[in-house]
């Protein structure tokens, strides 16, 4: 009997060495499925609605769920995972982005590795239905990253060591909840405030998290300032009180004012709602500092990594945000982060119903793993 144990001990053994040497096995431990599949893309997609922990109210809404569509591109036996975020200002619904994705045919691609042609298509089949286009993108991205075996951001050659904080949106409410938000997101280095109100009202968002915290604020008026003298009072209120960055003041179609603004303001200006894609960021030169890049604006990482390129050579300052989204999207746009000053991806801490895990907060840092793609799981 006990030859017998040996022997199958040692088999075991065997078996075990022979699983680690085998090439389906190491794939599996990248978080790729065994090869064997059709080597053929195909597109899958399905609505989700993400619950928010918070009813979620900036100067123009207020909101408890956000609309998403998740997607899948699966090639060669391997899953690529990506998702459309749609909050309602972006004039995209789960119904358009189904109707979008219905008419995308990968099927006259020969390789998911043709990124360029493949989303140069995706773009030219309708003008806008940013989201949609960025929930193609994603999972391209996701699947080629894990065809290769590595993470984008190592792809692309950043220094995941470098990456910013993200901050922690605190929206508009009583004094009240305005104080437990706050305390909520003491785990968090940088607090994001959205102003753009009436100056009392502002005035009391600021005074109140500072009543609790003197954690940096950023602050977000999504074109709420009408008036750039009263626009920049206000910035240098909001300086005296460690508030570092101003997103968006005034309107969009308020350049020349803005860039007045900007040259007068003690605070980088950035643009959010002017800067939808990389054709944008030229004409933003002297009037912002910087520019918010976010996948669902930007049809994706492609068009993010050349925006990248773009700000750089302009000598604009980055900042990346995201919409509220799951960990899928929120993971992809992280991969961008170690190029950013400034990071906003806070998109799934504030839903209750987050359908993968992937970029993780580390003592409030933005912190990339090693997995391949985008680097999420199922959950
Ligand atoms: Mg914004």
């Known amino acids: 009997m006990t030859t017998r144990r040996n022997f199958l001990k040692s088999a075991g053994m065997l078996t075990a060495a022979a699983a680690l040497f085998n090439p389906a096995t190491i794939f599996a431990q990248k978080g790729v499925k065994k090869s064997g599949g059709s080597k053929k893309m195909e597109l899958s997609f399905v609505p989700f609605d993400a619950q928010m922990r918070h009813a979620f109210a900036i100067a123009t809404s207020v909101r408890t769920t956000t609309p998403i569509v998740l997607t899948q591109i699966t090639y060669d036996g391997v899953t690529g995972y990506g998702e459309a975020a749609m909050p309602p200002y972006l004039g995209e619904t789960q119904a358009s982005v189904i109707e979008f994705l ?36 994603i999972a391209l991205h996701d699947l080629v990253g894990k065809l290769m075996g590595q993470p984008w951001w190592k792809i692309w050659g950043f220094d995941p060591t470098v990456c910013p ?3 922690f949106t605190v929206g508009f409410d009583t004094e009240e909840v305005v104080k437990e938000k706050t305390k909520e997101a003491s785990p968090y280095k940088v607090i994001k405030v959205k102003l753009g109100r009436d100056e009392a009202t502002d005035k009391m968002m600021i005074n109140t ?15 709420g300032w009408k008036d750039k003298h009263y626009a920049l009072d206000m910035i240098h209120w909001l300086n005296e009180r460690n508030v570092k960055m101003i997103e968006q003041p005034m309107s969009k179609y308020l350049l020349d004012e803005t860039a007045w603004l900007t040259e007068n303001s003690p605070l ?25 890049i976010k996948l669902m604006k930007c049809t994706g990482m492609r068009e993010a990594r050349e925006m990248v390129s773009l700000a750089e050579a302009l000598n604009m300052k980055l900042m990346i945000g995201c919409m509220t989204e799951t960990s899928c999207a929120i993971s992809a746009a992280a991969q961008l982060a170690p190029k950013m000053e400034w990071a906003d991806l806070d998109g799934n801490l504030l839903i209750k119903n987050d359908c993968y895990s992937g970029m993780t907060i580390v003592d409030g840092k933005i912190t990339l793993n090693d997995k391949p793609g985008i680097g999420i799981e199922k959950l």
């Open 209 to 223: 998290i500072r009543s609790v915290t003197d954690t940096v604020i950023c602050v977000d008026a999504n074109q």
């Open 165 to 167: 904080n993200t901050s």
């Open 102 to 137: 219905k008419k995308v045919d990968l099927s006259k691609f020969s390789s998911p590795f043709l990124i360029d042609d493949i989303m140069k298509y995706v773009d030219s089949i309708a003008i806008n239905n940013t989201a949609a286009k960025a929930a193609v993108d």
């Open 268 to 292: 980088p200006i950035y643009a959010d709602e002017a800067c939808q894609r990389l054709v944008d960021i030229q004409k933003l030169k002297g009037a912002y500092t910087g520019i918010n």
